[in-house]
């Protein structure tokens, strides 16, 4: 299977703990994004990749939040000092590059990170 | 800002029942709009979308219309089965101009539709 994986899939953590999240999005893919979603409600954008430059980080992205794509690749969100407010399920999803000036807007999801802080 | 509206859940019907779940939006520029669909213990997988007014978006006998005059995205069935039963969500993106817009997707809260056989 050639889709978004993203590793961890479950992870419990004690407050104050830092946490990592890997993301591998699909291989021609150099657009990236993560999200995090929260029982009951949608996802809502985190931060967006285009190639290995971060692009845009939204408000709910902390200063205790961190996410790198050091080679364009393979992606990391890293949460220091976790808090009981950041459980949550966190998506990452992948795009292909713009072809001319036309738009590929679908974004591809992974199965998500839970993550569970006591 | 751009927000997303759907009705809320949960949407009880029975097999071979027509399904509505409502959404409209509220959008600067023209979006393109989503239905995104997440099975039990699945992740998000994209159902439909419609990049332009009018513009009908199809799949697995689903299906929504992209109404600008009503900002509405309203997904449709003419008749559910059981395994249709997930949540549904309704998305736009902002319309992708030259100079690379972020094209982030903003959700709806989603609606759980449950098929009794």
């Known amino acids: 299977d050639t889709g978004v994986s993203q590793d961890p899939r479950h992870k419990i953590t004690k407050r104050g703990q830092n946490v990592t999240f890997r993301c591998d999005p699909i291989?021609?893919?150099?657009?990236l994004y993560w999200y995090r979603q929260t029982l009951g409600q949608g996802p809502e954008f985190l931060t967006y990749?285009?190639?290995?430059?971060?692009?845009?980080k939204s408000r709910l992205l902390s200063d205790r939040f961190s996410a790198e794509r050091p080679k364009g690749s393979f992606s990391t969100l890293e949460i220091q000092r976790t808090e009981q407010g950041d459980s949550a399920m966190y998506l990452c999803a992948s795009s292909p590059p713009r072809v001319g000036g036309s738009a590929t807007d679908e974004q591809f999801f992974g199965p998500g990170t839970r993550l569970t802080v006591l | 800002g751009n927000s997303v509206t759907q009705m809320e859940g949960p949407v009880t019907l029975s097999e071979e029942a027509f399904l509505t779940i409502n959404c409209t939006y509220t959008?600067?520029?023209?979006?393109?709009l989503f239905w995104y669909v997440q099975y039990p213990g699945e992740g998000l997988q994209l159902l439909l979308k419609a990049t332009k007014a009018d513009d009908k978006g199809s799949n697995k006998g689903f299906e929504a219309t992209y109404r600008k005059e009503t900002t509405s995205f309203h997904l449709e069935k003419g008749s559910v089965q059981v395994s249709d039963s997930a949540v549904y969500f309704c998305?736009?993106?902002?319309?992708?101009?030259?100079?690379?817009?972020?094209?982030?997707?903003?959700f709806g809260t989603g609606t759980l539709l449950a098929v009794q056989p």
């Open positions: 990749f285009q190639n290995e430059a971060q692009l845009e």
């Open positions: 959008a600067t520029g023209y979006p393109s």
């Open positions: 291989s021609e893919h150099n657009r």
């Open positions: 998305a736009l993106s902002d319309r992708v101009n030259y100079g690379g817009a972020t094209n982030k997707l903003i």
